[in-house]
C-alpha cells in the first residue's frame, strides 16, 4: 500500500453483470478519513462499496482495499478483508431472535474468535463505544431505531476495522438521531484513526458536517465536490 492509503483505485472499470456502472474509477482514501458518498439512486455508490468490499470483482485498472490486491482477490480472501472492514446498512440486519450481547457474539466467532473470555470482554467494550453497555441483554425489538443502529455500529467495530462503510446508515432514523449517529462515526474515526465512508441522500446531515465528498454521477466518480 501506497503511504496512509487504506483505499486506491486506479483506472477501474465497475460492471454490475454486464453493464457497466461506473467508468475509470480513481479514488483514494486515507487513514482516518471522513468521506461522504453521494448521488441518485442508482448512480453506483453501492457498486462502488461492493468493488471496496470484495462483493465485485474488477478487470481494469488496480485496487487495493487493506492491504489486499483487489484485483487478485480470490474468493477464500474475501472474509479475511471483511474482517478489516467494519460494513453498516440502513436496515440494521441484526438477529431479532436473540440478545444484543448474543448478536455480537455470533459475529465474533462466525470470525473466528475462540475464547469466551475475550468474546465477552470485546462485546462490552464495542457497546462502551457506542454508549450502550446498559442494553447487553435486551432483544433488538426492545430497543429504538437509533440505539438498533448503536448495535450495529458496534458490530462493525468487533474486529477492529480499518475502514468502515457505512450505506445510508441514517436512512430509516429521524434527524436528530441520524445527527447522533453521525457524531459517534466521527468520534470513533477521531479516536480510533478509522475511515469512514457514509453513502447518504441527506444533505442537511452533509451540511450539518461538512467532511470531504464523492460523487457517483452519469457513470464517474468525482473526487471531493462541493454542494451549494
Given at each position: 500500500m501506497i503511504g496512509n492509503s487504506i483505499i486506491k483505485l486506479t483506472g477501474v472499470d465497475i460492471f454490475q453483470q454486464k453493464h457497466l456502472v461506473l467508468s475509470n474509477v480513481d479514488l483514494h482514501i486515507d487513514k482516518g478519513d471522513f468521506v461522504w458518498l453521494i448521488g441518485q439512486t442508482g448512480s453506483g455508490k453501492s457498486s462502488l462499496l461492493k468493488v471496496i468490499y470484495g462483493d465485485l470483482h474488477i478487470n481494469t485498472g488496480m485496487g487495493h482495499a487493506c492491504?489486499?490486491?483487489?484485483?487478485?482477490?480470490?474468493?477464500?480472501?474475501?472474509?479475511f478483508l471483511r474482517r478489516k472492514l467494519g460494513i453498516v446498512f440502513q436496515?440494521?440486519?441484526?438477529?431479532?431472535?436473540?440478545?444484543?450481547e448474543q448478536n455480537l457474539h455470533f459475529v465474533m466467532r462466525a470470525t473466528g474468535w475462540k475464547d469466551p473470555k475475550l468474546i465477552n470482554e470485546r462485546a462490552l467494550d464495542v457497546?462502551?463505544?457506542?454508549?450502550?453497555?446498559s442494553k447487553l441483554k435486551k432483544m433488538p425489538h426492545?430497543?429504538?431505531?437509533?440505539?438498533?443502529?448503536?448495535?450495529?455500529?458496534?458490530?462493525?467495530l468487533l474486529n477492529d476495522p480499518e475502514i468502515i462503510l457505512a450505506?445510508?446508515?441514517?436512512?430509516?432514523?429521524?434527524?436528530?438521531?441520524?445527527?447522533?449517529?453521525v457524531m459517534l462515526l466521527k468520534q470513533i474515526g477521531q479516536q480510533m484513526g478509522t475511515a469512514i465512508i457514509m453513502a447518504t441522500?441527506?444533505?442537511?446531515?452533509i451540511r450539518t458536517f461538512p467532511s470531504r465528498i464523492i460523487k457517483?454521477?452519469?457513470?464517474?466518480?468525482?473526487?471531493?465536490?462541493?454542494?451549494a
Open positions: 492491504g489486499y490486491d483487489l484485483n487478485k482477490l480470490a474468493d477464500r480472501d474475501v472474509p436496515d440494521f440486519q441484526l438477529l431479532t431472535d436473540r440478545t444484543v457497546l462502551e463505544k457506542v454508549g450502550l453497555r426492545e430497543l429504538s431505531g437509533g440505539e438498533q443502529q448503536r448495535v450495529v455500529i458496534a458490530r462493525a450505506d445510508e446508515p441514517t436512512g430509516n432514523l429521524d434527524p436528530d438521531t441520524s445527527e447522533e449517529i441522500h441527506d444533505y442537511h446531515i457517483c454521477e452519469n457513470g464517474k466518480v468525482l473526487e471531493d465536490v462541493t454542494i
